[in-house]
């Protein structure tokens, strides 16, 4: 019986989590640059899109504290993996 409703738990979750990928917002390149701008505080050095295996992904070039870094992202905000 536990197993029965641990399973039935975890369907539900998996669903769950379709259901919200597919309500994710995107986010426009400009968008993106400036909650990353606003939630750093880092200077946006570049953006630029290009395509990877995921789809679009958003690559910025930025600069906090003397250090440049890249960051990318998917158009709805979650990391590249």
């Known amino acids: ?28 390149l400009d968008e993106m640059a400036s909650r990353i701008h606003k939630q750093s505080g880092a200077q946006i050095l570049s953006a630029e899109i290009r395509q990877g295996k995921q789809g679009k992904i958003y690559r910025f070039k930025v600069k906090k504290k003397g250090r440049v870094r890249v960051i990318q992202v998917l158009p709805d905000g979650s990391p590249v993996k």
């Open 1 to 28: 019986m536990r197993l029965l409703r641990n399973f039935c738990f975890i369907l539900m979750l998996i669903s769950f989590q379709h259901v919200a990928a597919d309500e994710r917002q995107h986010y426009t």
